[in-house]
């Protein structure tokens, strides 16, 4: 990741703390390296989120003609606009997806090159049933570069959010693309 810790042990120390408590709930960085260049550039306060989350809301709505459709509404922050955008998509996640790219886009063109490659889910203790906590995986891709990123929750919405957001702002991060108005 080119970055030194070598003089910041009790940083590192901080660091490692978090990860064993990420992983206790169910985080596993091994496949999640966009994930964890996130977490350990926040702790160095090297990171900059690319927006600022107001809310979101996911609809899904099954018509009597048996088509399912999905849609998703973000309001975030990007810089001082604050931004409201619907998408519309096969799933909650793709939705999702839309939706924050949408609000995005104006700010961060280089959004248009990043690009979900697959999406896992993994329920982590089966015996609780509907009310298990979920792991999703995301890997994306730019088309020089790909990575994975993580959300552990309950929700498996929330989950994929997390996974959702880190790949975008890990992607933003290596196209180096500051936002512009």
């Not at 940083?11 to 350990?40: M, N, R, Y």
């Not at 088509?67 to 909650?92: C, L, S």
């Not at 890997?139 to 990123?149: A, I, L, M, V």
């Amino acid at each position: 990741m080119g970055i030194d810790l070598q003089h910041k042990p009790e940083t590192l120390a901080e660091i490692l703390k978090e990860i064993k408590q990420l992983e206790h709930v169910g985080f596993q960085f091994e496949a999640a390296d966009g994930s964890f260049e996130i977490l350990v550039r926040k702790a160095l306060d090297m990171y900059k989120a690319s927006f600022k989350l107001e809310s979101f809301r996911v609809i899904m709505e099954k018509r009597e003609d048996g088509k399912v459709m999905t849609e998703a509404t973000v309001k975030i922050h990007v810089g001082d606009r604050r931004v409201v955008a619907t998408g519309e998509g096969n799933g909650p996640v793709n939705a999702l997806d839309r939706a924050i790219r949408i609000a995005m886009e104006r700010s961060f063109p280089a959004l248009e090159d990043i690009e979900l490659t697959d999406y896992k889910v993994r329920v982590l203790d089966e015996k609780k049933g509907t009310a298990a906590v979920t792991r999703v995986l995301i890997e994306s891709s730019d088309g020089e570069k790909d990575w994975g990123t993580i959300g552990v929750n309950e929700n498996i919405i929330e989950a994929s959010w997390q996974a959702l957001v880190d790949s975008i702002d890990y992607g933003l991060l290596h196209k180096r693309q500051q936002p512009h108005e």
